[in-house]
T-cell receptor, first 112, second 109 residues
Framework: NAGVTQTPKFQVLKTGQSMTLQCAQDMNHEYMSWYRQDPGMGLRLIHYSVGAGITDQGEVPNGYNVSRSTTEDFPLRLLSAAPSQTSVYFC???????????FGNGTRLTVT | DQQVKQNSPSLSVQEGRISILNCDYTNSMFDYFLWYKKYPAEGPTFLISISSIKDKNEDGRFTVFLNKSAKHLSLHIVPSQPGDSAVYFCAASANDMRFGAGTRLTVKP
């Protein structure tokens, strides 16, 4: 049972490049979300989805896009990477907002 | 603004003693609270949770206390073990789930 799978594990981008961070879960969870972890800031919510076709913004959505075409997948798109987006990104899923989140192992992104 | 706050970046305790990690929140709409544990290079893993209708929840060595009037929750670990050394995040849920900045716990043998 894979749980939440994130790819890639590491990525280096130049300023202005775009990329997609992939996230897939095999637990049939309706709720999925993206967080970024920065030193001293904890985990900050970027975007979340309560089901296929439904997405909403979190605390720090600027510079990121998401879509949810299937229950399993929730990709995060960086439109034009900036050094401020250097961070560790975590995808998570759960049965709902009153259930614990299951996290992937993260993607470490560096923007130069 | 940070709706969930962990004001202690770090805590060091001796093996066998009690570890107490604290968390404060500002949003009165939060009705479900959780603690997660995180090791380096891994995602956070769920530890224990509490609903706003309760004031205490216990699971083995871990107990979470909720004081709604003070908008405060705490995690007690008794007895603390070296394997408990990790970063602990407090989280709270309403329309989405928000996290604190984390507290790094070090348990010394």
């Amino acid at each position: 049972n894979a749980g939440v799978t994130q790819t890639p594990k590491f990525q280096v981008l130049k300023t202005g490049q775009s990329m997609t961070l992939q996230c897939a879960q095999d637990m049939n969870h309706e709720y999925m979300s993206w967080y970024r972890q920065d030193p001293g800031m904890g985990l900050r919510l970027i975007h979340y989805s309560v089901g296929a076709g439904i997405t909403d913004q979190g605390e720090v959505p600027n510079g990121y896009n998401v879509s949810r075409s299937t229950t399993e997948d929730f990709p995060l798109r960086l439109l034009s990477a900036a050094p401020s987006q250097t961070s560790v990104y975590f995808c998570a899923s759960s049965q709902g907002l009153r259930s614990p989140l299951h996290f992937g192992n993260g993607t470490r992104l560096t923007v130069t | 603004d940070q709706q969930v706050k962990q004001n202690s970046p770090s805590l060091s305790v001796q093996e066998g003693r009690i570890s107490i990690l604290n968390c404060d929140y500002t949003n009165s709409m939060f009705d479900y609270f959780l603690w997660y544990k995180k090791y380096p290079a891994e995602g956070p893993t769920f530890l224990i949770s509490i609903s706003s209708i309760k004031d205490k929840n216990e699971d083995g060595r871990f107990t979470v206390f909720l004081n709604k009037s003070a908008k405060h929750l705490s995690l007690h670990i008794v007895p603390s073990q070296p394997g408990d050394s990790a970063v602990y995040f407090c989280a709270a849920s309403a329309n989405d789930m928000r996290f604190g900045a984390g507290t790094r716990l070090t348990v010394k043998p």
